[in-house]
């Protein structure tokens, strides 16, 4: 019989899985997260949205294609802090952590944007010193391969922009999944939310 949740819950109050999607604009993540929210196989999962949109709600920064060094650097605290993160060991918080993006998407973004020469090169160093401390921290990483891009009035939808960063997204993960080798990336592959959804919990086995 397995350990019950609630044992399992409060059982040392860290994360004891942390996984993240991660992928290009528009190719589902945030949709993918929401349905996780509501579905109850993940009851023992907490959630972290999105923090692009958070660093440009807090602190008035551009993000996407126009943004500069200041974005960048507050993006990668934010997935820093998560890569630490630990729980609320006085209730019952969830063990388990999903989020809607992580220093991947940091990275790459970074990346394409020091080669356009939207960022200086030392963002760059700083996105990747961070990856080599945070990817050991995680479990699981969901790429999200590319959909159609919709414009919802924030995110970006420069088609050239985007395909530079899908360019990016496959060349880091192919080289990633080998030096990391104990980080699962499984590909989400163009499909319905639902057919995502049993993928992840495949792969998450819950």
């Not at 945030?30 to 579905?39: F, G, N, P, S």
């Amino acid at each position: 019989m397995g350990t019950p949740r609630i044992q399992r819950k409060i059982k040392l109050g860290t994360i004891t899985m942390r996984a993240s999607f991660t992928g290009a604009q528009s190719s589902g993540k945030t949709t993918l997260l929401d349905a996780c929210k509501e579905d109850e196989a993940f009851v023992d999962f907490d959630f972290v949205d999105e923090v692009t949109r958070k660093v440009k709600r807090e602190y008035g920064v551009e993000i996407n294609e126009n943004c500069g060094d200041e974005t960048q650097y507050l993006i990668a605290a934010e997935h820093l802090q998560n890569a630490f993160r630990k729980l609320n060991v006085w209730g019952n918080s969830p063990n388990n952590l999903l989020m809607d993006r992580c220093i991947v998407d940091g990275l790459v973004y970074t990346s394409v944007l020091r080669d356009m020469g939207k960022v200086k090169s030392a963002a760059l160093v700083h996105m990747i010193a961070l990856a080599e401390i945070i990817l050991p921290r995680m479990d699981v990483i969901f790429y999200t391969e590319p959909l159609p891009v919709v414009d919802d009035g924030v995110r970006a939808t420069n088609m050239d922009f985007h395909a530079r960063i899908v360019r990016e997204f496959n060349s880091y993960i192919e080289t990633a999944s080998v030096r990391h080798l104990d980080l699962k990336f499984i590909s989400l592959p163009p499909v319905s939310v639902e057919e995502r959804i049993k993928i992840i919990k495949e792969t998450l086995e819950i």
